[in-house]
């Protein structure tokens, strides 16, 4: 009887065991099944948008012939467009890696000069960053056999990350050796950048893994190293890294190069490794025609309209056009992140300010954050701009404090209608406000408001001369926290405090020159609260449209 359950009982086990492992193997099967249709997808996804991209290189190409007075588009266009078959191409090859559909096609020629040459293609995204940039072969010529295509992508991979995540004038190294048999080359590429936590470098060859590792605020599709790990192996070869924080990060890959390492259908043999850079589309000889000290030398640019806006973007290209289209309109000035932009707003009268969010040192969320929290400026309007198009997103920019919110890729037009709202509304409640005030002609008491400001003028007026007074002196003399005074001055005068004291030192400094026009500017900078002349001639061309000296000699030529 004991054994008769005993056998039910191992019966009914092995039938369970059976229903799990066949669930199981059915999961798996579902689970590889949906990879590989995601991956059929992604295929023909990618070939549908390359299809119009190359239509557009065409058109643009067709353009420059037709109207070739405007070349720095056309150049821009085609980079932009170069960019995108890049990481489509590079989508694909996941996706063929992925479904076991990748091939070697292995050519012979000069290894060494091929990887040279193809790493010196790349020193424009060095250059971006001020690192300096080194590429060595020892020894300098070597023929062996290997697929360009692979090592383009593998090279191009390995040296963006290094410049991605590397420090401002670091350094990215790429050092090509051989072995004693002269059969195998070893690439190492190394960086001084902020290096990859241990805990990290399980990950680091999977997809998706898009570089947080780095503590960097950079962005990418995530498949970079994914693919670089594949094709390596794939070429029959080996890739390690090692890597400390903040010292930096070392990648070491070993091919074989000798004919018999691949099979006979991986070998090309009637053609050579060529080394014309217009031949391979995927290394982009010049990763960007602006270079950024030249966008931001517009800053110093003459302004003519009323009203000026900040512009904070990392891109270069994208700035440069935005500084084009809208300085028909606007007064531009241009920053490449929120620590350069915070710095422009303590300099510059800003009007409203465009951001972009993801950006290196100091992104735009935390731009608007510092901004929004500082009595001065909280009430400079903020425009973000995104790539991302999660509802979160929206939802911590609106939070902190952002006036709107748009979403990449966006018309300028749009941009321009939104900047327009913003500015006519707070224009239109200023005007509405004076309206208000105007219309009380009758002989009247003052309200407590008006007490309050002209207390504020008088205290700033008893220490005119005093180049230390400032936010905080005000508001100890006024009884008030900073913060109070701050949102006392901005609901009646709708200025900061810093702007109401400077106004009251740039209105008597006007005054006293008018009975005056022979007082010394620095005279004149000094009873008005001025420690540095030349701060104070800043300052009264900001206010008043002119230089103090120009103001002074007008009022000569009066008398």
């Known amino acids: ?317 994208l700035l440069m056009l935005m500084h084009q289209l809208m300085s028909t309109y606007y007064n531009i000035y241009i920053a490449t992140n929120g620590f350069e932009a915070l710095e422009i707003i303590q300099d510059k009268q800003i009007d409203l300010i465009i951001s972009d969010v993801m950006m290196p040192e100091m992104d735009g969320f935390e731009f608007t954050r510092q901004l929004k929290n500082d009595p001065d400026y909280a009430h400079l309007p903020i425009i973000l701009l995104t790539a991302k198009r999660e509802m979160d997103d929206e939802q911590r920019a609106l939070l902190l404090g952002a006036d709107d919110y748009l979403t990449k890729p966006f018309k300028l037009k749009e941009l321009k209608i939104r900047v327009d709202n913003i500015i006519q509304n707070r224009k239109r409640a200023r005007t509405e406000n004076k309206a208000e005030e105007s219309q009380e002609e009758e002989p009247r008491e003052l309200t407590p408001d008006e007490l309050f400001l002209q207390r504020a003028r008088q205290m700033v007026f008893d220490h005119l001369d005093d180049d230390d007074y400032d936010r905080d002196a005000l508001a100890s003399d006024m009884g008030a926290s900073a913060s109070t005074l701050y949102n006392k001055l901005r609901a009646i005068a709708n200025v900061n405090v810093t702007t109401f004291i400077r106004g009251i030192r740039m209105d008597e400094a006007k005054r006293i020159a008018t009975e005056n026009p022979e007082i010394r500017i620095s005279d004149l900078a000094y009873r008005v609260g001025f420690r540095d002349p030349r701060y104070f001639s800043t300052t009264f061309k900001k206010h008043f449209g002119m230089q103090p000296t120009e103001f002074l000699d007008s009022l000569r030529q009066k008398k």
């Open 1 to 317: 009887m004991n054994l008769y359950l005993l056998l039910n009982l191992a019966s009914v086990v092995v039938i369970i065991i059976l229903i799990f492992l066949g669930r199981l193997i059915y999961m798996r099967g579902k689970r590889l099944r949906e990879k590989l249709y995601m991956g059929y997808v992604f295929t023909n996804i990618t070939h549908e948008l390359l299809t119009p991209l190359t239509v557009l290189s065409a058109s643009v190409d067709k353009m420059r012939e037709e109207v070739p007075q405007m070349s720095h588009d056309y150049d821009l266009m085609q980079i932009n467009i170069q960019r995108m078959v890049r990481m489509l191409q590079q989508i694909l090859e996941t996706s063929k890696s992925q479904a076991g559909e990748l091939k070697l096609l292995c050519a012979q020629g000069d290894v060494m000069r091929y990887i040279r040459e193809t790493a010196q293609y790349l020193e424009p995204l060095i250059a971006k960053k001020k690192m300096k940039y080194t590429i060595e072969c020892h020894p300098e010529s070597m023929i062996g056999w290997i697929d360009t295509d692979k090592l383009d992508k593998i090279i191009y991979n390995l040296v963006s990350n290094a410049a991605k995540y590397c420090r401002e004038n670091g350094e990215v190294n790429v050092i090509v050796t051989t072995n004693d048999n002269y059969d195998r080359i070893r690439i190492v590429v190394s960086d001084t950048g902020f290096g990859i936590p241990k805990d990290k470098m399980k990950t680091l060859f999977r997809r998706f893994q898009d570089g947080e590792y780095r503590q960097n605020k950079n962005i990418g599709t995530g498949l970079g190293l994914a693919l670089t790990h594949d094709l390596v192996h794939l070429h029959r070869g080996t890739i390690k890294c090692k890597s400390e924080i903040d010292k930096g990060t070392i990648f070491t890959i070993e091919l074989p190069i000798n004919k018999e390492a691949y099979t006979p259908d991986q070998i090309y043999e009637d053609h050579q490794i060529t080394f014309e850079s217009s031949k391979n589309p995927y290394i982009e000889q010049k990763e960007s025609q602006t270079d950024f000290d030249a966008v931001l030398n517009l800053n110093e640019l003459p302004h003519e309209h009323s009203t000026s806006l900040l512009i904070v973007e990392d891109n270069p290209d």
